[in-house]
């Protein structure tokens, strides 16, 4: 089992910055990689950011520039840097990771992300 923690949400205006922290714990050696997604009301959860435990990463068109997602080196921690923050960012942010060896996803319970103008 992995258990996977977000934190560093909350209330930014338009233009600023946060960074998102994803913990995950437990059996980390079965995961591949750690992404991030939000859900915004009344829509559906969205990839925002994601990286595999090689260290490669994709994004979201819409975030491209503005948001970065690293990890550390013992696979345990993954964080998301947004920059240049849009109203349209508003959503809560779920951390997510894939199971190594089944088509199981592990999530973590969301972090409140608004923006305001």
């Known amino acids: 089992q992995v258990r996977l923690v977000e934190s560093g949400g909350g209330l930014v205006q338009a233009g600023g910055s946060l960074r998102l922290t994803c913990a995950a714990s437990g059996k980390i050696f079965s995961i591949n990689g750690m992404g991030w997604y939000r859900q915004a009301p009344g829509k559906q959860r969205q990839l925002v950011a994601a990286?595999?435990?090689?260290?490669?990463?994709n994004y979201a068109h819409s975030v491209k520039g503005r948001f970065t997602i690293s990890g550390d080196t013992a696979k345990t921690t993954v964080w998301l840097q947004m920059n240049s923050l849009k109203p349209e960012d508003t959503a809560v942010y779920y951390c997510?990771?894939?199971?190594?060896?089944?088509?199981?996803?592990?999530w973590g319970q969301g972090t409140q992300v608004t923006v305001s103008s």
């Open positions: 997510r990771a894939p199971d190594l060896n089944s088509d199981y996803y592990y």
């Open positions: 990286v595999t435990r090689g260290g490669s990463t």
